[in-house]
């Protein structure tokens, strides 16, 4: 295996669990290198569709343009049969934390993990503040809501992350029952406030095990992994790099990190490397949204890593996203503007098209890997507004026509099928 060194360090935090008690605080500072033997990753995760027990009919026409089907891809849109929305519960755990955001779908169960079970993180705490939620909540196909995690300051190493604890849309399920979240935190929810934050690697019982800091972690926004046997490359959008310098105005300075782990069934998983292999993307603090930047990403089946760019209305695609050493800059523009307005989740659908949510107009985007716009669809919001910035995490179950999403004002977990 060929490792190259790059510039930078992640520092990684440890935790040593004993049952139930936090050992003492292990501290290793690992030079940041990419693994470029990982060609063949595959996605970690195949979901599964769950299903529902209250419905709403979604009364917005699907619009689609025709395109040649790529050789092994379903016959059309992706989006095109799927005309049913239905709540499966609300997000908001006992704590009271509010404003979910990132969706993630377990494949195998371990510890308190369940198959087809589907993991919810919030962003806000009870009073609604921003970058101040700690749960992550674990939702059934049949509607029961518990909590998976619960992340305190006191469960963090010292130092282990920059700012606290204000959980975001980057979240994801490795193999072996692991569960990656960022934390993107502010001291009182403006996003003046915010610091770099961390990535959170937490154990199948829901138990923090380490921290992920430094080398262009900078308010880890949203996340992908793929695994190939015991390793996993976890990209994370960052939109945290001189958003409060920038007082409002868009800065280009956000960035994607490919981050290496090995993982073990026994132990907490290894840092192998990391690097920014995307920079320059568009980025802004924003009253009411917090932040804008770079949020939704997605792996294509051809290696490319798609980027939904919020600030500037843009799906940016980067190569050789599994093997690159080198940053790609801000990535060549794929599509932007028509549909998509302030695009944030993002998931690949089974036929290779991308999928996007949209905070802007409350409308999912299908778009074909080669830019052309496939479909679109309102997604019902049941109360909040189109355009009220409801629609954030998604994730798409490949097993059949199901995409599973949240709406953040109206706090609960929601399907497409």
Request: proline share 6%; with cysteine.
């Amino acid at each position: 295996m060929c490792i190259r060194a790059s510039a930078g360090r992640l520092r990684v935090t440890e935790i040593a669990l004993e049952g139930s008690r936090f050992m003492p605080v292990i501290h290793r500072a690992v030079a940041a290198a990419a693994v470029t033997a990982a060609a063949g990753v595959v996605a970690a995760a195949v979901l599964m569709s769950p299903s529902s027990t209250q419905h709403y009919r979604n009364s917005g026409a699907v619009s689609t343009s025709a395109r040649p089907n790529r050789p092994g891809a379903a016959r059309g849109p992706f989006l095109a049969p799927l005309r049913m929305v239905r709540t499966i519960a609300s997000t908001i755990p006992q704590n009271g934390d509010v404003n979910p955001y990132g969706v993630a779908v377990i494949q195998h169960s371990a510890g308190r993990l369940h198959a087809g079970d589907v993991l919810v993180s919030n962003f806000n705490d009870k009073a609604n503040l921003q970058g101040t939620g700690s749960t992550i909540v674990e939702i059934t196909p049949g509607g029961q809501r518990r909590i998976f995690a619960h992340v305190t300051r006191a469960m963090l190493p010292a130092g282990g992350c920059p700012g606290g604890i204000g959980l975001s849309t980057a979240l994801a399920v490795l193999p072996f029952g692991w569960v990656a979240v960022g934390s993107a935190p502010s001291a009182n929810g403006q996003a003046s406030t915010a610091r770099a934050g961390c990535v959170i690697i937490l154990d199948s019982l829901g138990r923090v095990t380490e921290t992920l800091t430094g080398s262009g972690i900078d308010g880890p926004w949203d996340a992908t992994a793929v695994s190939r046997g015991s390793f996993a490359d976890l990209f994370v959008t960052n939109a945290f790099n001189g958003t409060a310098a920038g007082h409002g105005k868009v800065v280009h300075r956000g960035t994607v990190v490919r981050i290496t782990l090995r993982l073990f069934a026994r132990r907490g998983p290894r840092l192998v490397g990391s690097r920014v292999i995307a920079s320059g993307l568009a980025e802004k603090a924003d009253p009411a949204a917090f932040v804008l930047g770079p949020t939704g990403v997605g792996l294509g089946f051809n290696g490319t890593l798609y980027v939904a760019d919020t600030a500037s209305n843009t799906i940016t695609a980067i190569p050789s996203a599994l093997t690159r050493a080198h940053s790609a800059g801000p990535g060549r523009v794929l599509t932007s503007g028509g549909a998509l307005a302030q695009p944030l989740g993002m998931a690949i659908a089974p036929n290779g098209d991308i999928l996007t949510v949209n905070g802007g107009n409350g409308k999912i985007v299908e778009t074909t890997p080669g830019g052309a716009r496939a479909a679109t669809r309102f997604l019902d919001t049941s109360g909040s507004p189109a355009g009220a910035g409801a629609l954030f995490g998604l994730a798409v179950a490949p097993r059949g026509h199901v995409v599973y999403y949240v709406d953040d004002v109206a706090n609960t977990l929601r399907l497409l099928r």
